[in-house]
């Protein structure tokens, strides 16, 4: 393909060498006629014996000088029409293309972005000036928050903070001394706390292991396994009868039941 | 405002201010009959000893009736009862056992219920078998009085009166 490029180019050249001969042919006749008739027209134009004025030549300066003029003004004349003409020709011819397209055909945009000196671009802008125009209120006023918020990682954030450095930077003994403990406290259901902690040790298991006696020990083992008991005899007996409910054995003027543990009985 | 540690078990915790079932209170009732008869051993020895200090040359080892020491050994039995269950609503058997009788709301005896509760219990001890049977855990004389026997093995009586 890029062979057959040259080749044409070399037939173009041959044609248009054939067209231009009798071209070239004509000038040497005409150059020839002209370097022969040079005496004469000379010898016409300026006839030897007569007045300057009455010349031949003069009445050809004279006619050369009015076909200036005219050319000139046709010049003008041709100004204004193509002053008037052309845009409007261009607005049409602009209005039929799609530059758009053409330029994405046509135009190698990346070759041509390669050529920029966007560095230098870059420098000839003034940041400070460009930033100094922001209006920076406006532009947070129409920030919707709470769409940044629900966008926001908070993981991921909370993830790059280093605590540790924060801790280590705050003052702990300022912020407690800021701190009302007497307010604090007033506001803590101490019993209901208290209650709970004891709750959830056991408090009354320790005091009777590290206190407790043997008897009372003996006395709760009894107490204990003679519930189970009850409950195992209550349950064959149940049985027995065929009972489905369970025995009603709330006491009077009691809650229904105090809730807590139970004792598991094998029956 | 005062906290207070619950010295009961978590496990039977579940069970207190309950009626109590037959083996429970068959306990107790085993402990007080033991009482019982140390306080007749008591009574015997006391007026054995009485008697020997008033004649001690004609003292003779005392050899009462049968039926006198049911009927004696009965009024000790109702006093004990009478006594304890008006007191503190339990025996010394019903204290070692975790009991404690309560009346048909909740409450200690009246001084005639404990009375009739415990003539009662001496009469037809065989009615504690009743518990067993009873979808109440009631006993005849807890349906007679209409009394409870319930789990509590705090020091301090869950009711008042």
């Known amino acids: 393909m890029e062979q057959a490029r040259p080749k044409a180019a070399k037939v173009v050249d041959a044609v248009l060498g054939v067209a231009a001969l009798p071209i070239w042919a004509a000038a040497m006749v005409t150059r020839g006629i002209a370097r022969t008739t040079a005496p004469i027209a000379r010898i016409v134009l300026h006839p030897p014996l007569i007045d300057e004025r009455l010349h031949p030549a003069r009445a050809v300066d004279m006619l050369a000088n009015r076909g200036r003029r005219t050319r000139l003004k046709a010049g003008d004349d041709v100004q204004r029409l193509v002053a008037v003409i052309v845009p409007a020709v261009v607005q049409e011819v602009l209005n039929t293309l799609d530059l758009t ?63 540790d450095r924060i801790v280590e930077r705050l003052d702990l003994d300022k912020i407690v001394a800021r701190v009302d403990v007497d307010a604090v406290i007033n506001r803590v259901d101490l019993v209901a706390l208290a209650e709970q ?13 590290s206190t407790g006696s043997m008897a009372s020990e003996v006395v709760r083992d009894v107490r204990v396994q003679s519930i189970e008991a009850d409950e195992r005899v209550a349950h064959i007996i149940d049985r027995l009868l065929r009972r489905g409910r369970a025995r009603h054995t709330d006491a009077p003027g009691e809650p229904e039941s105090l809730g807590g543990g139970s004792i598991k009985v094998d029956t | 405002m005062t906290a207070r540690i619950d010295p009961i078990p978590k496990e039977v915790r579940h069970f207190q201010g309950r009626r109590a079932g037959l083996i429970t209170r068959a306990l107790a009732a085993a402990i007080d009959l033991g009482v019982v008869a140390v306080a007749m051993a008591a009574i015997y020895l006391g007026f054995s000893a009485v008697l020997f200090l008033y004649r001690p040359s004609s003292f003779q080892p005392l050899t009462p009736s049968w039926e006198l020491t049911v009927v004696v050994g009965y009024l000790v039995l109702t006093l004990y009862l009478t006594a304890s269950w008006r007191s503190g609503g339990r025996t010394y058997g019903c204290h070692v056992m975790g009991l404690r009788v309560v009346d048909r709301i909740g409450q200690r005896l009246h001084v005639a219920s404990a009375f009739l509760r415990a003539v009662l219990c001496g009469i037809f001890p065989i ?34 009166g």
């Open chain 1, 101 to 163: 397209t053409i330029v994405r055909e046509r135009v190698d945009l990346d070759d041509l972005v390669a050529t920029v000196d966007i560095e230098a671009i870059i420098n000839r802008v003034d940041i400070d000036e460009v930033v100094r125009r922001v209006d920076l209120d406006a532009i947070v006023d129409r920030i919707d928050v709470d769409i940044v918020a629900k966008r926001l990682d908070i993981d991921a954030v909370a993830d790059r903070i280093e605590l």
């Open chain 1, 197 to 209: 902690i004891i709750d959830g040790i056991d408090l009354p298991e320790i005091i009777r292991e």
């Open chain 2, 127 to 160: 009615g504690l078998l009743w518990v067993a049977i009873s979808r109440e855990n009631r006993s005849i004389q807890d349906l007679i009085m209409r009394t409870s026997v319930i789990y509590d093995w705090d020091v301090r009586p869950r009711v008042r």
